[in-house]
T-cell receptor, first 115, second 112 residues
Framework: DAGVTQSPTHLIKTRGQQVTLRCSPKSGHDTVSWYQQALGQGPQFIFQYYEEEERQRGNFPDRFSGHQFPNYSSELNVNALLLGDSALYLC??????????????FGSGTQLSVL | QQQVKQSPQSLIVQKGGISIINCAYENTAFDYFPWYQQFPGKGPALLIAIRPDVSEKKEGRFTISFNKSAKQFSLHIMDSQPGDSATYFCAALGGSNYKLTFGKGTLLTVNP
């Protein structure tokens, strides 16, 4: 049973560029959340997708956008990259029926470096 | 606004000792409190979780103690092992929120 898979594992971009990160949820899961983890910090909630809609959004600018596909996989897009966007981006999946997605399963993340 | 405060930032324990990590929260709407373990290069993994209707939950060597009136909860790792060396995060969820709010993490080092 494959867990949450994310691609790519590492990415280097320059300021102003755009980036797309991808996530496949754990088999059987239907909800995908994205988190940003800066070095030495806890993960910060970006947004959550369920039924191909953004259900809740954290305190992130609209340069951060996402999408969920019919097969439940998801993408995170970041436009006009800033140096401060350098972080580990984590995807987490869960099953809607399990009480407001309490049991999150995280992928290993995409390490984004913005130069 | 940091809604979940975690301490200490780092902790060094000898093998066989007890590791204790503390968290405090502000939002009384929180009703689910998980702890996550993260190894370098990996995503966080759910370790153990508690709801406010119980004061303690134990799973193997890991115990959560919960004090609802003080709005505090803690993780105790008994008989700590070098393999427990990792970063531990407390978190909270509740109200109409779908987002998990994390503490800043505690880097635990267990010396052999």
């Amino acid at each position: 049973d494959a867990g949450v898979t994310q691609s790519p594992t590492h990415l280097i971009k320059t300021r102003g560029q755009q980036v797309t990160l991808r996530c496949s949820p754990k088999s059987g899961h239907d909800t995908v959340s994205w988190y940003q983890q800066a070095l030495g910090q806890g993960p910060q909630f970006i947004f959550q997708y369920y039924e191909e809609e953004e259900r809740q959004r954290g305190n992130f600018p609209d340069r951060f956008s996402g999408h969920q596909f019919p097969n439940y996989s998801s993408e995170l897009n970041v436009n006009a990259l800033l140096l401060g966007d350098s972080a580990l981006y984590l995807c987490a999946s869960s099953l809607e029926g399990q009480g407001k997605n309490e049991k999150l399963f995280f992928g290993s993340g995409t390490q984004l470096s913005v130069l | 606004q940091q809604q979940v405060k975690q301490s200490p930032q780092s902790l060094i324990v000898q093998k066989g000792g007890i590791s204790i990590i503390n968290c405090a929260y502000e939002n009384t709407a929180f009703d689910y409190f998980p702890w996550y373990q993260q190894f370098p290069g990996k995503g966080p993994a759910l370790l153990i979780a508690i709801r406010p209707d119980v004061s303690e939950k134990k799973e193997g060597r890991f115990t959560i103690s919960f004090n609802k009136s003080a709005k505090q909860f803690s993780l105790h790792i008994m008989d700590s092992q070098p393999g427990d060396s990792a970063t531990y995060f407390c978190a909270a969820l509740g109200g109409s929120n779908y987002k998990l709010t994390f503490g800043k993490g505690t880097l635990l080092t267990v010396n052999p």
